[in-house]
């Protein structure tokens, strides 16, 4: 299951609806063709009544648990989102601070430990982190850097550099964070149960079953999309991109010029 998932969220958006959606199908037609019939008989009889509470406390259980999920990995994503730009921030403050440098030479080393840093974070640890391989260690330009603000500014440089390395290991830790297997597969089973409680509920009615399967299936499916779609916030259509570190690098680049 988690090599599935894996799989489907690095796709675009409208794939991921389109897979999840007709997986659903799928478990939706055999509660329809299979479960039904063998719970309920050939004319939805054999069960006898089957109350709607059942169906709308499977269903409660099935929001609130999704809902929880969902909490998770947009507060996550948003923890992502702002320690990447808390960390280019850092970086800017870096090469602000170097213009105000009276030492040309040092300011200049710091522009050029800035520009490396940044290069290095969006061109070679970046796309580590869609496949989980990130080193969390302090790469060598964040120890030259560290170097360079120390001799260059004392203190104060220096702090900005470990505000952009506490930032950087924030949005290391958080973003390669998973939602675990287990709270994925207990909302899967929940839907699975909710999907054969609708079936059931309506076992006398073969087309009403069809459409109430296929409105909640469909329903469900969206709700493990838009989940799906935001599960890793660098990976997918929905991933964060470098492009306030590339931002850095050019301004680097430009005042070393």
């Not at 329809?32 to 259980?61: M, N, Y």
């Not at 290069?119 to 796309?127: G, K, S």
């Not at 702090?159 to 709270?183: C, W």
Request: charged share 20%; proline share 4%.
């Amino acid at each position: 299951m988690y090599y599935f998932l894996e799989s489907v969220i690095s796709l675009p958006a409208p794939v991921i609806a389109l897979v999840v959606c007709a997986l659903w199908g799928l478990i939706a037609l055999a509660v329809h063709r299979l479960v039904v019939p063998w719970l309920c008989g050939p004319d939805g009889r054999k069960l006898g009544r089957f109350e709607a509470e059942v169906t709308s406390q499977i269903a409660l259980a099935f929001g609130l648990l999704l809902s929880f999920n969902a909490v998770w990995l947009w507060d996550r994503s948003d923890r992502v989102r702002a320690a990447v730009i808390d960390e280019a921030s850092a970086l800017q403050t870096l090469l602000d601070d170097a213009d105000l440098l009276e030492d040309a030479t040092k300011a200049a080393a710091v522009r050029a430990a800035v520009r490396d840093h940044a290069r290095y974070i969006a061109d070679t640890e970046w796309p580590t982190l869609s496949t989980s391989s990130t080193d969390p260690s302090r790469p060598q330009t964040a120890v030259a850097l560290r170097k360079v603000a120390r001799d260059a500014g004392g203190t104060t440089l220096l702090d900005v550099v470990k505000s952009a390395e506490t930032s950087r290991d924030t949005r290391i830790r958080e973003g390669l964070a998973y939602m675990s297997p287990a709270r994925w597969g207990v909302v899967f089973i929940l839907g699975v149960l909710l999907v054969v409680s609708i079936g059931a509920l309506h076992g006398e009615s073969p087309r009403g079953r069809k459409l109430a399967l296929t409105l909640v299936t469909l329903a469900i499916g969206f709700c493990f999309a838009v989940l799906l779609a935001h599960a890793r916030p660098f990976v997918g259509q929905f991933a964060i991109r470098p492009d306030a570190l590339h931002a850095v690098a050019k301004r680097a680049e430009s005042a070393a010029r």
